[in-house]
């Protein structure tokens, strides 16, 4: 257990469904980053926050969006989905800096059908 | 912008042989690397990170990698290769500590008894 939660393991849903990816970061970690994992694209960055505001923004569609609570867990909302979108979301967590390196949840498998 | 190339999408060494992942990084600054693994259906681990200290940098389950300015490449090795160390590894690059982790498009690292 790497001390970071995903939920849920796995979702499927129909293209043009809304989806909600849920991520609590490992104790005493600010930022929380996630990033899209798919065949083609390898792992991309979609976006960062660091306690409760966004830090950074890398490429998430403008479908997508995130917030991280005063409680530091972030959701990952994904709207108007496209067989496109399925891949593995993984959420990860830091310290303070990147540079420390992060902890990677379990990720969520997210297949639009 | 800051960049990673894993050469080779797919590495297989005999089961004892040295392992040897490359890693090529473009950062304008002295960046901050690691190597992540990830085997099947896990999140991604943290194997080894360079923070501008010694440049060779040792890591868990008998990893090392040496960071290579002049060559700007941090590769991965390992003496000697376990079966147990079949899965896929990532470098990514992160050109400052706040700046969010860039990864390369991962090698699979095979085994063979």
């Known amino acids: 257990d790497s001390g970071v939660t995903q939920t849920p393991k796995h979702l499927i849903t129909a293209t043009g469904q809304r989806v909600t990816l849920r991520c609590s970061p490992r104790?005493?970690?600010?930022?929380v980053y996630w990033y899209q994992q798919s065949l083609d694209q390898g792992l991309q960055f979609l976006i960062q926050y660091y306690n409760g505001e966004e830090r950074a923004k890398g490429n998430i569609l403008e479908r997508f969006s995130a917030q991280q609570f005063p409680d530091l867990h972030s959701e990952l909302n994904l709207s108007s989905l496209e067989l496109g979108d399925s891949a593995l979301y993984f959420c990860?967590?830091?310290?303070?800096?990147?540079?420390?390196?992060?902890?990677f949840g379990s990720g969520t498998r997210l297949t639009v059908v | 912008a800051q960049s990673v190339t894993q050469l080779g999408s797919h590495v297989s060494v005999s089961e004892g042989a040295l392992v040897l992942l490359r890693c090529n990084y473009s950062?304008?600054?002295?960046?901050?690397l690691f190597w992540y693994v990830q085997y099947p259906n896990q999140g991604l681990q943290l194997l080894l990170k360079?923070?501008?200290?010694?440049?060779l940098v040792k890591g868990i389950n008998g990893f090392e990698a040496e960071f290579k300015k002049s060559e700007t490449s941090f590769h991965l090795t390992k003496p000697s290769a376990h079966m147990s160390d079949a899965a896929e590894y990532f470098c990514?690059?992160?050109?400052?500590?706040?700046?969010?982790?860039?990864f390369g498009k991962g090698t699979r690292l095979s085994v063979i008894a």
């Open positions: 950062s304008s600054v002295p960046p901050y």
């Open positions: 990860a967590s830091s310290a303070t800096r990147a540079n420390y390196g992060y902890t």
């Open positions: 360079y923070t501008s200290a010694a440049t």
């Open positions: 104790s005493g970690d600010l930022s």
């Open positions: 990514a690059v992160s050109p400052s500590g706040n700046t969010p982790l860039v």
